[in-house]
């Protein structure tokens, strides 16, 4: 059974910088497509970032280009979340998402498991 946990959340000042992880306990994501969501106050769930099985695709969303980097370590069935110059705009909920095929899109409905979420918020 795959079961994701997110780490990494906390609070920080803008311009700072934060680590999400995701560990899959299951084992099953190795060659699955994986992906980072976030959910503000009183906002839909959107796509932030998502990588394929092998880690060799990654994709973002627009406002994250630049400053956020999705990465996977693979052997230890681990997906990571590098934000860097961080904005109040980005203070939310960040989820983990793994997906049962190699490549997944910025659809949720694309991904399967989900994990329980980690709070990131950024002060002003």
């Known amino acids: 059974q795959v079961r994701l946990v997110e780490s990494g959340g906390g609070l920080v000042q803008a311009g700072g910088s934060l680590r999400l992880s995701c560990g899959d306990s299951g084992r099953t994501f190795k060659s699955n497509a994986m992906g980072w969501f976030r959910q503000a106050p009183g906002k839909e769930r959107e796509f932030v970032s998502g990588?394929?099985?092998?880690?060799?695709?990654?994709f973002y969303t627009d406002s994250v280009k630049g400053r956020f980097t999705i990465s996977r370590d693979n052997a230890k069935n681990t997906l990571y979340l590098q934000m860097n110059s961080l904005k109040p705009e980005d203070t939310a909920v960040y989820y983990c998402?793994?997906?049962?095929?190699?490549?997944?899109?910025?659809?949720?409905?694309?991904?399967?498991?989900w994990g329980q979420g980690t709070q990131v918020t950024v002060s002003s």
């Open positions: 990588i394929s099985g092998g880690g060799s695709s990654t």
């Open positions: 998402a793994g997906a049962t095929a190699y490549f997944s899109g910025r659809d949720s409905d694309g991904y399967t498991y």
